[in-house]
């Protein structure tokens, strides 16, 4: 039989009215957000418009297909295939007019992201390359000008207190626009912080075939995700939202001690693996979570960190073990590379609160220290940071004119303000460097 190709003409149900608008449409936001929209709403009743991040090769490929694409959930033993249609348009990220349009049309309620934690970093914006809070701030005033009402922002990327960093980079971007267009968002417009956590590799040749043998359809946009997947959400929805509790989505009050946990041990364990698992020669994450000597790496670090998170509700010795289960799963074959990438924004959001906290209550941080010993090891390495970090414009400079102990010194200070005149991490920084390669 002859493989169909998917695309809405061989879908029965009519697309989705468009009422979210995903900014950052890539594979983790379709296995995640959109997979949650998807199993929350069988009615059919929110669609979503997407517009691509960084890169927008997949506003093609997901556009021409209609936005259908198929989700491989890759247990440890078996796959399972699902179609995911809840995204209806796929737009590049230049299409900036389309952006306008869509989060000023009234049934928008809702815009979700995940940019990635570079496009946090209060980057400086040029007229020829917005950044994503003017870009929105260039949406939210066409919508205020519109008078569609209000509406909720969802930041779904590994920072921090995502919906309030986003709220006053977003604030300070209306700011510069006049008063009255600030007062509206202030007013009008939510920022709802958000923990996701779904482990999504990149797809390979070997999934588009499996799409193609065991659905019989041409896909050439699948996404692959492990069976787990979690999303915590905080903070208001002034118009209104799926309901994505009925998929497994919970609403609390406090997100801190849940980003917490999911940022510090997963984030952080991902990218322990990652930069000490490439300098020993490991590919994956399941590699270098299988090595004697990062497990107990891992370990070290799991501890530290455990002790500054609230022990009573998070259940840690749980999260532990499902993550040690989560990252044995060998048929992922998550690449470190992909941890590798964009490690200044991330550590600044996964690693260096862990050492913070060690140091303020007089511990050692040596097993958080350790990652950042690692990346910096790893950078030594590297031929070309913009290929492997967003901010390769603040590691540049540095990378450029600095080695040694000199280069250590000036990375700590770009991780945290004040790093590089921390004596005693410069050293163990340093020290740490051979420890684990
Ligand atoms: C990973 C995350 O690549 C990375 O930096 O740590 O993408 C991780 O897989 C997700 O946050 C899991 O939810």
């Known amino acids: 039989m002859t493989p169909v190709r998917l695309d809405r003409s061989s879908w029965a149900a009519p697309p989705r009215p468009v009422r979210i608008v995903h900014i950052g449409v890539g594979n983790f936001s379709r296995a995640h957000q959109a997979w949650y929209t998807a199993r929350a709403d069988p009615a059919g009743a929110w669609g979503i418009a997407g517009f691509t991040g960084r890169s927008a090769a997949v506003a093609d490929t997901l556009g021409r297909q209609g936005g259908l694409y198929a989700l491989i959930e890759r247990g440890p033993d078996v796959d399972r295939l699902e179609i995911i249609d809840s995204i209806c348009e796929v737009r590049p990220a230049s299409d900036l007019a389309g952006l306008v349009a869509a989060v000023a049309a009234p049934p928008t309620s809702v815009v979700t992201l995940t940019v990635t934690e570079a496009a946090y970093a209060a980057a400086p914006a040029s007229a020829a390359s917005p950044s994503v809070p003017e870009r929105l701030v260039t949406a939210l005033a066409a919508r205020f000008d519109a008078g569609a009402g209000p509406l909720a922002i969802v930041s779904c990327d590994n920072i921090n207190a995502n919906g309030a960093v986003l709220r006053d980079l977003t604030l300070a971007a209306a700011d510069r626009r006049g008063p009255r267009l600030s007062a509206w968002i202030d007013a009008e417009v939510s920022f709802v912080s958000t923990s996701v956590d779904r482990i999504t590799p990149r797809t390979t040749d070997d999934d588009r075939r499996l799409v193609r043998r065991e659905l019989d359809l041409v896909d050439d946009a699948p996404v692959v995700c492990e069976p787990f997947t979690d999303w915590v959400l905080c903070g208001e929805f002034p118009a209104d939202r799926p309901p994505w509790e009925d998929a497994g989505a919970r609403f609390v009050t406090d997100i801190e001690p849940w980003e917490r946990r999911k940022l510090w041990l997963l984030n952080g364990g991902h990218s322990l693996l990652a930069y000490c698992g490439l300098l020993r020669g490991h590919a994956t994450v399941y590699d270098a979570a299988g090595d004697h000597e990062l497990g107990a790496a891992l370990d ?134 051979t420890d684990l390669t």
């Open 300 to 433: 070290r670090f799991w501890n530290l960190a455990e002790r500054h998170l609230p022990a009573a509700e998070l259940d840690l010795s749980a999260y532990r073990r499902d993550l040690k289960r989560r990252f044995a799963n060998g048929r992922i074959g998550y690449p470190l590379t992909q941890v590798a990438t964009d490690g200044l924004g991330k550590l600044r959001a996964r690693v260096v609160p862990v050492i913070e906290a060690a140091a303020q209550a007089g511990e050692s941080p040596e097993p958080a220290l350790q990652v950042i010993s690692a990346w910096v090891q790893w950078l030594d390495g590297v031929p070309d940071v913009a290929a492997v970090d967003a901010s390769a414009g603040e590691l540049q400079p540095v990378l450029r004119s600095t080695r040694g102990e000199d280069r250590t010194r000036a990375l700590l200070g770009l991780l945290a303000p004040g790093w590089g005149s921390r004596d005693e991490l410069v050293i163990a920084t340093e020290r740490l460097r």
